[in-house]
């Protein structure tokens, strides 16, 4: 049995089977510590299922202080038009993440559902073509078959966990939506072209892990720091320190 599991032909199967195993520790360990290494990844994703950006009110506390609304305002218009042509460019790697449903279930979870899918396609496989010929396919073949196999299976699980997820689990959040926020550093000190994890929580107060770098150049942003999210920028965020008193500890 494990001369079978362990075979040179289904090492491909036995790590898949480990890092599904890694991650789901990785994502338990991390909740404990308040790391949030599923949102993290969530955040360096790219939109795909893009909703209704919801603006916010350029008169509420979120935009007083020492960034004017104007700017803001057009950080925000920057962002959507930005967000809107990417939509129109998506790749094929894009547009096959979202026929996996990324986006509307937690990267993560996909990734177990795969890994899983294809370490299990593959042992079977293997152990049908043992069972006939007495022999094992080569691994290169027996991969190309599993992860064919693996990804209709994964789409189907996926789209059926977002059915059954809580509503704000599963519903997409468009990163733009993520401008004026404030947010706190968490790990990391940012500083232009060196970006830091920060933590914000959206609409709904649910938490995001987004990396942002300062928006000044020579600034620095270290850890702790307060800062408010001014523009996207790719798969980051720029942002500045926040001055406003009234938006303080809004992202615990």
Same mark, same amino acid.
């Given at each position: 049995?494990?001369?079978?599991?362990?075979?040179?032909?289904?090492?491909?199967?036995?790590?898949?089977?480990?890092?599904?195993?890694?991650?789901?520790?990785?994502?338990?360990?991390?909740?404990?510590?308040?790391?949030?290494?599923?949102?993290?990844?969530?955040?360096?994703?790219?939109?795909?299922?893009?909703?209704?950006?919801?603006?916010?009110?350029?008169?509420?506390?979120?935009?007083?202080?020492?960034?004017?609304?104007?700017?803001?305002?057009?950080?925000?218009?920057?962002?959507?038009?930005?967000?809107?042509?990417?939509?129109?460019?998506?790749?094929?790697?894009?547009?096959?993440?979202?026929w996996l449903c990324f986006g509307r279930v937690p990267?993560?979870?996909?990734?177990?559902?795969?890994f899983t899918g294809f370490g299990l396609a593959g042992?079977?496989?293997?152990?049908?073509?043992?069972?006939?010929?007495?022999?094992?396919?080569?691994?290169? &073949?027996?991969? !190309?078959? =599993?992860?064919?196999? $693996?990804?209709?299976? *994964?789409?189907? #699980?996926?789209? +059926?966990?977002?059915?059954?997820?809580?509503?704000?689990?599963?519903?997409?959040?468009?990163?733009?939506?993520?401008?004026?926020?404030?947010?706190?550093?968490?790990?990391?000190?940012?500083?232009?072209?060196?970006?830091?994890q920060a933590r914000l929580k959206d609409a709904r107060?649910?938490?995001?892990?987004?990396?942002?770098?300062?928006?000044?150049?020579?600034?620095?942003?270290?850890?702790?720091?307060?800062?408010?999210? &001014?523009?996207? !920028?790719? =798969?980051?965020?720029? $942002?500045?320190?926040? *001055?406003?008193? #009234?938006?303080? +500890?809004?992202?615990?």
């Amino acid at each position: 049995m494990f001369d079978f599991i362990l075979a040179q032909q289904n090492t491909p199967f036995a790590v898949a089977l480990g890092l599904m195993i890694a991650i789901a520790l990785a994502e338990g360990v991390g909740t404990l510590m308040g790391l949030g290494l599923s949102s993290m990844i969530d955040s360096l994703l790219p939109d795909f299922d893009l909703p209704d950006m919801d603006v916010p009110d350029l008169d509420g506390p979120e935009f007083d202080g020492d960034v004017s609304a104007g700017a803001l305002q057009g950080d925000l218009e920057v962002a959507s038009t930005t967000t809107g042509a990417s939509a129109a460019g998506q790749g094929v790697f894009s547009q096959m993440l979202a026929w996996l449903c990324f986006g509307r279930v937690p990267a993560l979870i996909i990734l177990v559902i795969f890994f899983t899918g294809f370490g299990l396609a593959g042992y079977v496989l293997q152990s049908l073509v043992q069972s006939v010929s007495g022999w094992l396919l080569p691994g290169v &073949v027996a991969s !190309a078959a =599993a992860f064919a196999g $693996a990804l209709p299976l *994964t789409r189907v #699980t996926a789209l +059926g966990l977002s059915k059954v997820m809580p509503k704000e689990e599963s519903d997409a959040v468009s990163r733009a939506t993520f401008v004026g926020k404030p947010a706190l550093i968490v790990q990391g000190h940012a500083r232009k072209g060196l970006p830091a994890q920060a933590r914000l929580k959206d609409a709904r107060g649910q938490s995001h892990y987004v990396f942002v770098e300062p928006d000044i150049e020579d600034e620095v942003l270290e850890q702790g720091t307060e800062v408010i999210i &001014v523009r996207q !920028a790719g =798969a980051h965020f720029n $942002a500045i320190r926040n *001055t406003n008193e #009234t938006l303080s +500890g809004s992202h615990d």
